[in-house]
C-alpha cells in the first residue's frame, strides 16, 4: 500500500521495490544539499535539505516496521515532515528574492508564516489521518497559550515588540540608529531582540521592547548634522572668523555643500567668544572621522590666519610698571592717526599742531559686512573715513524703494557734508565686507575752529569744490546766506552750528 508522502510525489503507481529507489535518490539528494550548504550563505539552509532527506528516509523504512498501524503514523509523521521542508523551501527563496543585494533584516515575518503554515498541516494531518476533532484542539490550545502567555510576559513582549517594528519599519538594513544609551548600525530584527553593531564593533542585542518604548532616533535621513564649538578671542572679527571657517569647511570632500554649513557666534564667555559651527555629512557611522578631520584641519586654519584660541587666564594689570609702553602705544596710535587724516584732502593742508587737536575725539570703529554706518534722515554727528573694507551708499526714491548708488572703499569719507552743516543724511552707507572706519565727531571740529578760524575756510573751500552742485542747489533756495555763492554759504553754516 503507498504512503501519503508516495501519492503527493506521484510514485505510488510505481512497483514497490521502485518506490524505495526513488525515496532512496530523494534521501541521497537531500543529504549532499546538506552538506553542500552546511557552511555557506545560500537561499536555502542545510536544515531544509535534512527535513527532506530525513522524511523521505523514515517514509521508506516505514514499510519495514512489522506492525502496520506504527507503519502507518510512521509514514503519516513523514509526510509531515516532507510538508515542513516544502514550506521552509519555499518561504527561503521568496525571502532571498525579496531582500536580494540587501543585509540581513527581520526573519520575524517568515517565521511567524512559517508557523501558521505548519499549525495548519498537523490540523488537518490529525483530523484526517487521527480523526481528532479541530474544536477540542484549539480548545486545549487556547488554555495552553493563556498559562504559558502568563508565564513568558516578557518575552511575548518583545516577540510583539519585534512585530510592531517589523511592520512598521522605522529603520532599514544598515541604517544607523540611537535608543537610549544604544547607538549602532542595525542588523536584523529577531524575535527577541534587534541585532545593533556599535563603532567599536560591538555586537548589541537589543530587546525589542526596549526599543519600543524609548525614543528612537534614526540617523539615516540623507544627511546627518554634527558641530563642534571653539572659543576665539575678543579680538578677532566674528565675520572674519566665519570666512576662515567656512573656507576650511568647502575644502573638505565629507562635508556637504547643502545643507549649507553655518559659523554661530554663540556666547560671551569669560575669555573668549564661543562658536558654534555646524556642518552636515552623508553617513553618521563616519562622523568621528570627518569631526576629527574638521577639528584638525581648524587648529591649522586659525594657526595660519594668526587667530588665537585663548584658554582660561587671570590678567592683573599693574599700571604704574607699564606706563613707559602705555605712552610709546599711544603715541604710535596717534602719528598712525594723523597719519590716516592727511590722507584727507581738506585736512592735509593742517599742521601737525591743528591735527593733535582733532585726534582725542577719534575713534576706530569697526563694522560687520551688512551693518549700517549711517542712515538717510538720521541727524549728521559724525563722518568716517574708511581705513579698509568696502561699504555701498545706498538712495532713496520718490516712492520710498533703496537703490544702490555707489560702491567706497579705502580713503574714502562719508558724512562730512551732514556733520559740517547739521543737515539730515541724504543717504544710507551700508558695510559690505568687514569695515574698519575712522569716526570723527563735531566736537574735535568745534574746538579747531575756535582755536584756528582759518582752517574753517580753507575746510570750506575744498568741500565747498568737491560738492558744488549739490551746494549750489542748497544755497538758491536761501535768499539771505545764497548770494554770496555756494562756498559762503557752507562756511555760514559751519559758523553758525560750530559757534566761531
Known amino acids: 500500500m503507498a504512503t501519503p508522502l508516495q501519492s503527493m510525489l506521484q510514485i505510488d503507481v510505481l512497483p514497490r521495490d521502485s518506490r524505495t529507489v526513488v525515496e532512496s535518490v530523494l534521501v541521497l539528494v537531500g543529504m549532499m ?3 553542500a550548504v552546511r557552511r555557506r550563505r545560500r537561499a536555502v539552509t542545510a536544515t531544509t535539505f535534512l527535513l527532506l532527506s530525513g522524511s523521505a528516509l523514515i517514509d521508506a523504512g516505514a514499510r519495514f516496521i512489522p506492525n502496520p498501524l506504527v507503519g502507518e503514523k510512521v509514514a503519516v509523521a513523514a509526510f509531515v515532515l ?3 521542508g516544502v514550506i521552509r523551501l519555499v518561504l527561503e527563496f521568496v525571502d532571498s528574492i525579496t531582500r536580494r543585494g540587501k543585509v540581513h533584516f527581520s526573519t520575524i515575518s517568515k517565521d511567524l508564516l512559517m508557523l501558521v503554515l505548519w499549525f495548519v498541516v498537523v490540523m488537518v494531518v490529525l483530523y484526517t489521518d487521527f480523526g481528532v476533532q479541530p474544536l477540542s484542539i484549539l480548545t486545549t490550545t487556547t488554555v495552553f497559550a493563556a498559562v504559558l502567555g502568563f508565564a513568558l510576559q516578557e518575552t511575548l513582549g518583545n516577540i510583539f515588540s519585534g512585530l510592531s517594528l517589523s511592520m512598521g519599519r522605522p529603520f532599514e538594513p544598515g541604517d544607523w540608529i540611537r535608543s537610549g544609551t544604544h547607538v549602532g548600525q542595525v542588523k536584523g530584527i529577531a524575535w527577541r531582540a534587534t541585532t545593533i553593531v556599535t563603532r567599536a564593533n560591538e555586537r548589541l542585542e537589543v530587546p525589542n521592547s526596549v526599543i519600543a518604548k524609548d525614543v528612537l532616533f534614526n540617523y539615516a535621513t ?11 578671542s575678543y579680538s578677532v572679527p566674528p565675520n572674519h572668523v566665519r570666512e576662515v571657517v567656512l573656507t576650511l569647511l568647502r575644502d573638505l570632500p565629507q562635508v556637504l555643500r ?3 554649513p553655518e559659523v554661530l557666534a554663540w556666547n560671551y564667555s569669560d575669555f573668549a567668544i564661543e562658536y558654534r559651527i555646524k556642518y552636515s555629512i552623508a553617513d553618521y557611522g563616519a562622523l568621528e572621522r570627518v569631526r576629527d578631520r574638521v577639528a584638525s584641519s581648524l587648529w591649522y586654519a586659525l594657526r595660519r590666519h594668526s587667530i588665537e584660541i585663548p584658554f582660561p587666564t587671570r590678567t592683573v594689570h599693574v599700571r604704574d610698571a607699564g606706563r613707559d609702553e602705555d605712552e610709546k602705544a599711544d603715541a604710535q596710535f596717534e602719528r598712525e592717526l594723523m597719519t590716516d587724516l592727511r590722507h584727507v584732502d581738506w585736512l592735509r593742508g593742517l599742521s601737525d599742531e591743528e591735527l593733535r587737536l582733532l585726534v582725542p575725539t577719534v575713534a576706530v570703529r ?3 559686512a551688512g551693518e549700517m554706518l549711517v542712515r538717510i534722515g538720521e541727524p549728521g554727528e559724525s563722518m568716517f573715513i574708511v581705513r ?3 561699504a555701498e551708499v545706498l538712495g532713496q526714491t520718490a516712492d520710498g524703494q533703496v537703490r544702490h548708488l555707489a560702491e567706497i572703499g579705502a580713503g574714502v569719507i562719508t558724512g562730512e557734508m551732514a556733520l559740517m552743516t547739521g543737515e539730515p543724511r541724504n543717504a544710507s552707507v551700508r558695510a559690505i565686507t568687514d569695515l574698519e572706519v575712522i569716526e570723527m565727531d563735531r566736537e574735535g571740529f568745534t574746538r579747531l575752529f575756535k582755536e584756528h578760524p582759518d582752517a574753517a575756510a580753507s575746510i570750506g573751500d575744498i568741500i565747498a569744490a568737491r560738492n558744488r552742485d549739490r551746494l549750489e542747489k ?4 536761501d535768499t539771505m546766506d545764497g548770494k554770496g555763492g555756494p562756498h559762503r554759504w557752507l562756511l555760514a553754516k559751519m559758523r553758525e552750528l560750530f559757534d566761531f
Open 33 to 35: 544539499g546538506a552538506f
Open 82 to 84: 516532507f510538508l515542513f
Open 222 to 232: 540623507g544627511h546627518v548634522c554634527d558641530e563642534i564649538t571653539v572659543g576665539i
Open 258 to 260: 547643502d545643507p549649507p
Open 366 to 368: 569697526q563694522f560687520g
Open 388 to 390: 579698509s573694507g568696502r
Open 474 to 477: 542748497l544755497s538758491s533756495g
